[in-house]
């Protein structure tokens, strides 16, 4: 670990200062350097073995010892990057809700779910933003955490850089996520393919939400003054993210369930109420915490792909559908499986994007 290099030195700082020199150099302000020496895995051991209090209080001296690299011109801003977020969002649900229809109307036969897939497996590569790094313009203040002057912008990856595993497995976990439900036979169809084409749609709202958190999580970078203040804000930023994400699946889900009502009503005698009171009746209480479930998974990896866990993102979009297979084995119904082996990983997930979306060193 870095920090294990101070051990014996006689200025500890100084070879912490040496591993660490272009993050210093290239910082504008202390925080900054805390938050790359938290994500390179020193903590307060390695403070106090530099002879300091906090990370901070190390990163203040690294500051101040290492002299700032001449600024350069900075880059002209990049047009169209309004809008980026919309079309990102537009393009997920596009991609997502097709296939699905696709399956619920032709039947889950090989020669159907296969090509359904490929756009489903596709769809995080072809969403990934244009740039992961820092924006490419200076900060607007001088104590901002943003990117310095002189830094030099990450490069536009190409399409075939955008299909890395990480990309492709968060994809083919999505696909399996959403085609299982409609690949399992039995139960009520007409409301589990409603389910399902409204958590589609929602893919777009989980891109969307995500793009939003990293934008609240370097807007924050720039406000903090310290580690503990940058935790401090972000978090109620993460809960406010997922239920926004859940508030419109539910939107969605109630649409979806309405149409259903309408062109695919229950048998028998009618039933007073109204439309709403028709479209509540079509799905249950399983059903519904299921599709909660379901909107955990959806947004979970997309959150932390966003904020460079691509590897823990595909992970858990792997394991969300690969649970969720073993109660259905099992002979439980598709809202059981969901609600037992997605639910499951949906908290683990939930609790590591707390633990680790929280961090500077995530939104740098």
Do not use: K
Not at 54 to 69: D, K
Not at 166 to 192: E, I, S
Not at 257 to 267: D, E, G, K, M, T
């Amino acid at each position: 670990m870095p920090g294990g290099a101070a051990v014996g030195s006689v200025d500890p700082v100084r070879e912490v200062m040496a591993e660490h020199r272009e993050l210093c150099e290239r910082a504008v302000d202390p925080l900054e350097i805390a938050a790359g020496l938290e994500e390179a895995g020193l903590g307060p051991d390695a403070a106090a073995r530099c002879r300091h209090t906090n990370l901070f209080s190390l990163a203040e001296e690294l500051y101040a010892r290492v002299p700032r690299r001449p600024p350069a011109a900075p880059d002209p801003p990049r047009p169209g990057r309004r809008g980026a977020a919309a079309r990102a969002a537009l393009t997920a649900a596009v991609l997502a809700a097709p296939p699905c229809a696709a399956v619920a109307a032709f039947g889950a036969r090989w020669p159907v779910l296969l090509p359904a897939a490929v756009p489903l497996v596709l769809l995080p590569a072809l969403t990934t933003p244009a740039e992961s790094g820092p924006p490419p313009t200076a900060p607007a203040r001088p104590d901002a955490l943003g990117p310095a002057p002189g830094r030099v912008p990450a490069p536009v990856p190409s399409a075939g850089s955008r299909l890395r595993p990480a990309a492709l497995g968060h994809g083919l976990g999505l696909a399996a996520l959403l085609l299982l439900p409609l690949a399992v036979p039995g139960g009520d169809r007409p409301p589990a393919v409603a389910l399902v084409l409204a958590a589609a749609v929602s893919a777009g709202s989980a891109e969307r939400v995500a793009r939003w958190y990293r934008q609240v999580g370097r807007g924050h970078l720039g406000a903090a003054r310290t580690l503990a203040g940058f935790r401090a804000r972000m978090r109620p930023v993460l809960p406010v993210a997922v239920a926004l994400h859940l508030a419109v699946l539910a939107v969605l889900t109630y649409a979806a369930l309405a149409v259903l009502a309408v062109v695919a009503p229950h048998p028998g005698p009618g039933h007073g109420g109204g439309l709403l009171h028709l479209a509540a009746e079509r799905a249950g209480p399983a059903q519904w915490a299921a599709q909660g479930v379901l909107g955990l998974l959806l947004v979970l990896p997309v959150l932390l792909a966003r904020c460079g866990r691509r590897t823990a993102a595909a992970l858990g979009a792997l394991a969300g559908p690969a649970a969720a297979a073993v109660p259905l084995a099992l002979g439980r119904s598709a809202p059981a499986a969901v609600l037992l082996g997605g639910g499951a990983v949906a908290a683990a997930l939930l609790a590591y994007a707390w633990a680790r979306l929280g961090r500077a060193g995530a939104h740098r």
